[in-house]
C-alpha cells in the first residue's frame, strides 16, 4: 500500500498569510493527488484533483503543485472561513488511501 | 442539485452485520463510481471499499476485504455496504463519495454519513 504522510499535523495562521501544506507519498504517484477540506461536523469537501486541479466552485487562493511524491496545497491568502483540517489522497492505486490530515487554525 | 444520502448506521455488537445504503439525486447514477470512507470518531478518513459505473470494478482497503461487500443497483440509484463480522474498530461515520468519474479514485460529491457503532 502506498502511504501517505502530511505536514504539518498542525498549523496556526494569521488572515491574510500564505500557508502551505506538504504532503509526501511513499512511492511515486504521478499527479494522482487531490485535496479535500473538512470543517467539523461537516463532510470533506473537494479542493484539488490532479495535483494541480482547481475544483469548480473553489477559490482561486486555493493551489497544488507537485508531482512524483512530493506535494504541496498553498492558500495564497488566508480567510477566516479557511479553517478546518486538510487532507490529500492518493488516486493512483487501490487503497486509495489518505494522508492524516493537518489541523488549520486561524489566529 | 447532487444529493447523496446515507442510511443504515446503528449500534451493533460486535460478530454481527449491518447494510448502509446511499440513495442518490441529482445526476445520472450510473456514470459514476462511489466509494464509502469512514472517519473514526476524532480520526482521520479511511478510504474503505469502492466500485465503478456497472459493478464491474470493486476494491477494498486491507481492514474490511472479507468481511464487507459493495454493491449498487443503478436501477434504484442506490449504493450499498454490506457490513459483517463487525469489530469495535469498524466504529465510526460512513460516508458515501460519487467519484468524478466512473471509477472510484477521486471523490467530488459526499454524504452526511451514517454512523455505525460496535460495541458489547
Known amino acids: 500500500d502506498i502511504q501517505m504522510t502530511q505536514s504539518p499535523s498542525s498549523l496556526s495562521a494569521s488572515v491574510g498569510d500564505r500557508v502551505t501544506i506538504t504532503c509526501r507519498a511513499s512511492?511515486?504517484?504521478?499527479?494522482?493527488l487531490n485535496w479535500y477540506q473538512q470543517k467539523p461536523g461537516r463532510a470533506p469537501k473537494l479542493l484539488i484533483h490532479?495535483?494541480?486541479s482547481l475544483q469548480s466552485g473553489v477559490p482561486s487562493r486555493f493551489s497544488g503543485s507537485g508531482s512524483g511524491t512530493d506535494f504541496t496545497l498553498t492558500v495564497s491568502s488566508l480567510q477566516p472561513e479557511d479553517f478546518g483540517t486538510y487532507y490529500c489522497q492518493q488516486s493512483y492505486t487501490t487503497p486509495q488511501n489518505f494522508g492524516q490530515g493537518t489541523k488549520l487554525e486561524i489566529k | 442539485e447532487v444529493q447523496l444520502v446515507e442510511s443504515g448506521g446503528g449500534v451493533v455488537r460486535p460478530g454481527g452485520s449491518l447494510r448502509l445504503s446511499c440513495i442518490a439525486s441529482?445526476?445520472?447514477?450510473?456514470?459514476?463510481?462511489f466509494s464509502w470512507v469512514r472517519q473514526a470518531p476524532g480520526k482521520g478518513l479511511e478510504w474503505v471499499s469502492g466500485i465503478d459505473w456497472n459493478g464491474g470494478s470493486t476494491g477494498y482497503a486491507d481492514s474490511v476485504k472479507g468481511r464487507f461487500t459493495i454493491s449498487r443497483d443503478n436501477a434504484k440509484n442506490s449504493l450499498y455496504l454490506q457490513m459483517n463480522s463487525l469489530r469495535a474498530d469498524d466504529t465510526a461515520l460512513y460516508y458515501c463519495?460519487?467519484?468524478?468519474?466512473?471509477?472510484?479514485?477521486?471523490?467530488?460529491?459526499w454524504g452526511q454519513g451514517t454512523l455505525v457503532t460496535v460495541s458489547s
Open positions: 490532479a495535483a494541480s
Open positions: 441529482g445526476f445520472s447514477f450510473d456514470d459514476y463510481g
Open positions: 463519495a460519487r467519484d468524478r468519474n466512473a471509477y472510484y479514485s477521486t471523490f467530488d460529491f
Open positions: 512511492q511515486s504517484i504521478s499527479s494522482y
